[in-house]
């Protein structure tokens, strides 16, 4: 058998250290913001991205990579790792068109066995599925075994957030089930959750910190007396109330493992200026995990 390529998009926010760790490959996604273009985490920066966003009057745009990118960047991994299965786990096909685009890429490339996954999330609720199936693979598993390694934290996946405004996940047509809020906030601050691959509503909390607690009890709640195996805190660069959400987590949630992680450009000209969240998931009830550097 030969190497299981790992890969994913720019949106699974993992960070530099954990890609490099785990081999694992990245195909940015894209930022059309008036004239000029972008790539997401390459050509624009996520401090950059922030700043501009507060700064600048008109609104980005964002797309997956088309087929023939997909099919040069696939080419690229197999060369580069002499693999000759790949397994891409991309963000939610009902949020984006990306896994599209690589199932079209994929038909190109009969010389290559690629297993396409559906996250049916975000963020580092896809890392998580990522790192599962990048410490299976170099343990040697199947490709079956590594998309059931991704399957099983999928599974047990949970991401909660929190935005300052609706404004653009409405502007860009990914508020889902919130939309029902919209017009009723006022000065509360909406609660939403990633589930069967879309954006919902859980809640909204009267102030930036009941909706920071809100997070943290509400994943209480869903854990039950669990411990998180893995649990990443989500947020845009220079949030201060990053470091008290992760002081809540640790004290509250204990978890296994945990990581902190900046929203990538193109999940945050969906989010907007002060997104923040938790993504976590428990034990399978027929498998132990355990969780490697």
């Known amino acids: ?164 405004t609706l404004e653009y996940l409405h502007r860009g047509g990914r508020i889902g089930g919130a939309t029902r809020l919209l017009g009723t906030l006022l000065n509360f601050k909406p609660l939403l959750m990633v589930e069967g691959g879309k954006i919902d509503a859980w809640g909204k909390a009267r102030s930036r910190r009941k909706s920071l607690e809100a997070l943290v009890t509400e994943a209480q709640r869903r854990l039950a007396g669990r411990r998180p195996v893995e649990l990443g805190v989500i947020h845009t660069p220079e949030d201060p109330d990053a470091e008290m959400l992760t002081s809540l987590v640790m004290d509250q949630l204990q978890p296994q493992r945990l990581y902190t992680g900046l929203i990538s450009p193109v999940l945050g000209t969906h989010g907007g200026p002060g997104s923040i969240g938790l993504v976590f998931y428990t034990e399978s009830d027929d498998v132990a995990f355990t969780v490697d550097a």
Request: glycine share 6%; charged share 20%.
């Open 1 to 164: 058998m030969g190497h299981i390529a790992i890969v994913t998009d720019s949106t699974a926010d993992l960070t530099p250290e954990l890609i490099e760790t785990h081999e694992i490959s990245i195909i940015p996604l894209k930022i059309q913001w008036g004239k000029d273009a972008y790539v997401d985490g390459v050509t624009l920066d996520i401090p950059t991205f922030y700043r501009m966003l507060q700064e600048r009057q008109d609104f980005p745009m964002t797309s997956q990579p088309s087929a023939g990118e997909f099919i040069t960047f696939f080419r690229q991994v197999a060369e580069r790792y002499h693999a000759d299965t790949i397994v891409g786990i991309f963000i939610s096909t009902l949020l984006s068109g990306t896994l599209t685009s690589a199932a079209q890429a994929k038909e190109a490339l009969p010389e290559l066995r690629i297993e396409l996954h559906d996250s049916r999330s975000i963020s580092m609720g896809i890392g998580f599925q990522v790192l599962a199936a990048a410490r299976a693979s170099k343990k040697g598993a199947s490709v079956e075994d590594v998309l059931l390694a991704a399957s099983r934290v999928r599974t047990r996946m949970e991401l909660l957030f929190t935005v300052d």
